[in-house]
């Protein structure tokens, strides 16, 4: 598939598990420069080197619990500093209250 993503620069937030993971390694897959996040270290770090050994790229990748003040501001100017521009910002992050 050709997303026309080559190039494209790419925060994706909650990319350690799930959605978010299949997120990254899809837009690795079709060229976007990624910059990862999570709120788990090991976890992210993980990530980053399972999209590696299935792209055979590996994606910038950094802590940030988005539920602590500031941590959002943080990210972006990581993406920023790192690239000048975002092109897009996917964020998998959330959950539910189950009751019952």
């Given at each position: 598939?050709?997303?026309?993503?080559?190039?494209?620069?790419?925060?994706?937030?909650?990319?350690?598990?799930?959605i978010g993971f299949?997120?990254?390694?899809?837009?690795?897959r079709e060229g976007?420069?990624?910059?990862?996040?999570?709120?788990?270290?090991?976890?992210?770090?993980?990530?980053?080197?399972?999209?590696?050994?299935?792209?055979?790229?590996?994606?910038?990748?950094?802590?940030?619990?988005?539920?602590?003040?500031?941590?959002?501001?943080?990210?972006?100017?990581?993406?920023?500093?790192?690239?000048?521009?975002?092109?897009?910002?996917?964020?998998?992050?959330?959950?539910?209250?189950?009751?019952?």
């Amino acid at each position: 598939m050709d997303l026309d993503l080559a190039g494209r620069r790419v925060l994706v937030v909650g990319a350690s598990a799930g959605i978010g993971f299949a997120t990254a390694a899809l837009l690795t897959r079709e060229g976007a420069a990624l910059l990862i996040a999570s709120r788990d270290p090991a976890g992210i770090a993980a990530a980053a080197q399972h999209v590696a050994d299935a792209t055979g790229v590996r994606p910038a990748h950094i802590a940030a619990d988005v539920t602590q003040p500031g941590a959002a501001e943080s990210l972006m100017a990581e993406a920023t500093t790192r690239w000048g521009v975002l092109d897009a910002v996917v964020y998998y992050v959330g959950g539910s209250i189950r009751s019952g």
